[in-house]
């Protein structure tokens, strides 16, 4: 027979643990110089679209100035966010990438 407050004590370890980690969303910015294309291959490459969804996000980044392309943990949003640069410098084009805590 486990004490009741020793039941306390394991829920709120519990309670602890499971608590969802914040999350941070990965946010593409339109700009007037890098490639249609490319942007769609980023989306591809670095966040697992496929080729009709990764359009639909350029798209809506071109018309609407931004677009969510995924949420991660922080540090893989931070990984994701320097992997876009890289890649966009590596080619020459100044899209700009960055992440933000959702909500
Ligand atoms: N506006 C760019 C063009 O017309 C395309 C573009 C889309 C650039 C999305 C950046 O995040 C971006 N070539």
């Known amino acids: 027979q486990v004490p009741a407050g020793d039941d306390a004590v394991v829920l709120e370890r519990q309670s ?3 608590e969802p980690p ?3 969303q990965v946010v593409l910015l339109n700009d ?7 942007v769609v291959l980023v989306l591809q490459e670095y966040f697992n679209k496929d080729r009709e969804t990764a359009t639909q996000i350029m798209l809506k980044i071109h018309i609407e100035g931004r677009g969510v392309c995924g949420v991660f943990t922080r540090d893989l949003a931070t990984t994701k966010v320097e992997q876009v640069l890289q890649a966009a410098r590596h080619h020459g084009h100044p899209l700009q990438c960055l992440s933000e805590p959702v909500e």
């Open 16 to 18: 602890q643990r499971v």
């Open 22 to 24: 914040k999350m941070y």
């Open 32 to 38: 007037d110089f890098t490639p249609m294309e490319f």
